[in-house]
């Protein structure tokens, strides 16, 4: 059973936000890293790079797959987790602390169409 | 009975018979009769002993020419050793084969190669070669596009235009534009590219020695492309970095290039081979592949394929770059060549060329016909401009077995009467001063 974390937002292709003020922390859910496998690289987009929702903005490579991570709402990247650069493993071993962009917000009504954590519980069930 | 026609008169009787066609004969017969039978004017056939007469024939023809033309291709001697060793059959084949259990040999020299080109670049990671040095900037420019995310590319008036032909064609099937840096006395004018780069720009492609052999000073550009967060690209003869500024030295992101120059003769346009080299933060944006050396299950020395953009096996319509394959065997003969020279070697045949070429243009300037286009230092090609008829100056060199000068009006009317002279290591002061002789009287 796949953890799923209360008070986050969650998009329907298994990336979570956690909000802080105009800021939005993203990352994969615990479902995705556990389809994906052992993680191998993550390609970070750059700090100042735009996120258009619903567009690719970085990659992770795992032993049996290659998938693009979607935007889950529109912003500017300010922070980019580039522990991951050299420790891509750690998205395996706690995908909800370790995020892989920290973006400033352009609209936060985009929230409102993302999913409460039991709405994507239910999703992946 | 042919044993790969697997079929018998039976099988096609009944083949016939199913889709109601009464011969074979019958089945083509949409086919217009002159096509179905044309008669071909092939002489009959030869008995080995003639055929060989008519291909020393043939090969008379060829005109065994003294060339002091370069332009990106340059006349350095190549060891005879180089083409004992790549001719070995271990090494010879059709198909590169890279399973480590069978293929030691292969992927050492790949890997050897990639070490030699990275210690010449002073970048951080080198490729297993590209098919030449045009295509492997075209490459560099995919790279960047795809790193930055963006569609324009900068690139200098004074690069080769063999290689701007190329870029362009690269550009044509997908969404990218090329805006070009004006030149300023036959160097890349600084201060346009510093007005043209911009956020939008992915990155920025130059040459040294340029088109017209002049080594440009790129040690301050990078500063100004780091700006825009724009990548650096920088297309220089492999061989020339054994003496001059290195691009890893000058902060460049992808470091590019002709390697013909580092033991791979004159032939026709070809085979040639390109170099790719990077830092290892956009390795993973590299076409082609890297060898690593690992150890197996024995804690034993073993050479592996380390590295290959996911791309080119999965989610292939996300791929870069096509290019899934080397320039192998003369990786190899670019290995062996830079063995058998040594550092000093290799820099010696560097540094006799740079002579011959400037003996060469000190001689030519003498001429009252002749004057130097640009005042700026160069290495292998020099450009002159002649008011004699540059047909006239061609025909003349050729009766005495020379082949000339690049006549740069054949890419440019506008740049009729300059003629690019080049020399090498294999240039003799005789020869030198015999293509002179012929020029004065003129």
Not at chain 2, 106 to 127: H, K, R
Request: charged content about 25%; overall charge negative.
């Amino acid at each position: 059973m796949s953890k799923v974390v209360d008070g986050l937002y969650y998009a329907a292709t298994h990336e979570w936000v956690r909000v802080e003020g105009d800021y939005a922390f993203i990352g994969i859910t615990d479902y995705a890293q556990d389809s994906l496998g052992e993680i191998v690289f993550v390609e970070l987009p750059e700090v100042d790079d735009q996120l258009d929702k619903g567009e690719e903005f970085s990659t992770i490579e795992s032993v049996k797959a290659a998938s693009d991570i979607l935007a889950p709402l529109t912003g500017t990247v300010v922070l980019i987790n580039d522990e991951l650069e050299d420790s891509p493993e750690l998205i395996n071993e706690d995908p909800y602390e370790n995020w892989i962009v920290k973006v400033e917000m352009e609209d936060k009504s985009e929230l409102n169409a993302l999913l409460s954590a039991s709405e994507y519980e239910e999703s992946i069930e | 009975m042919f044993k790969y026609l697997p079929h018998t008169s039976e099988d096609i009787k009944e083949m016939l018979e199913t889709i109601g066609v009464s011969s074979i004969d019958e089945l083509f017969k949409e086919i217009p009769n002159d096509l179905m039978d044309p008669s071909f004017d092939v002489p009959k056939s030869h008995s080995e002993l003639e055929l060989r007469r008519r291909m020393n024939e043939l090969a008379n023809k060829n005109l065994a020419l003294i060339p002091f033309v370069g332009a990106g291709a340059y006349d350095h001697y190549t060891p005879s050793v180089i083409r004992h060793l790549i001719e070995r059959q271990e090494f010879l084949t059709a198909y590169t084969p890279y399973q480590p259990e069978i293929s030691q040999g292969t992927l050492q020299y790949i890997f050897e190669y990639q070490s030699i080109v990275a210690e010449l670049t002073q970048m951080d990671v080198s490729n297993a070669s590209m098919y030449d040095g045009a295509t492997a900037t075209a490459e560099a420019m995919f790279m960047a596009t795809a790193a930055r995310k963006k569609q324009i590319v900068l690139v200098s008036k004074t690069m080769n235009p063999n290689i701007i032909n190329v870029l362009k064609t690269y550009t044509r099937y997908r969404e990218l534009e090329i805006v070009f840096i004006d030149e300023k006395e036959g160097q890349t004018d600084l201060e346009d590219l510093s007005s043209k780069i911009s956020k939008e720009v992915a990155g920025v492609i130059l040459q040294t020695p340029n088109y017209y052999g002049i080594i440009e000073d790129f040690s301050s550009v990078k500063k100004r492309i780091e700006e825009a967060k724009s990548l650096f690209i920088l297309n220089q003869d492999l061989a020339s970095l054994s003496i001059l500024q290195t691009p890893g030295s000058m902060g460049v992101d992808i470091a590019v290039g002709e390697a013909q120059t580092l033991g791979l003769p004159l032939s026709y346009g070809g085979p040639y081979i390109g170099y790719l080299a990077t830092t290892s933060k956009l390795m993973r944006k590299m076409p082609g592949r890297i060898c690593g050396v690992t150890t197996d299950t024995e804690g034993k020395r073993a050479y592996v394929l380390t590295l290959q953009a996911r791309e080119q096996h999965i989610r292939r319509e996300k791929a870069n770059s096509n290019i899934c394959s080397n320039q192998s065997l003369l990786a190899l003969a670019v290995t062996v060549y830079t063995a058998v020279m040594g550092k000093e070697g290799v820099k010696e045949a560097q540094m006799n060329s740079y002579k011959a070429t400037h003996y060469l243009a000190e001689q030519i300037n003498k001429l009252d016909t002749f004057e130097l286009v640009y005042d700026a230092d160069f290495f292998k090609d020099v450009l002159f401009k002649t008011t004699l008829n540059e047909e006239i100056v061609e025909e003349a060199l050729l009766k005495e077995g020379i082949l000339g000068p690049l006549q740069l009006s054949k890419f440019d009317s506008s740049k009729k009467g300059q003629l690019l002279f080049s020399a090498t290591e294999k240039r003799t002061k005789q020869e030198i001063d015999h293509l002179v002789q012929v020029l004065e009287a003129l």
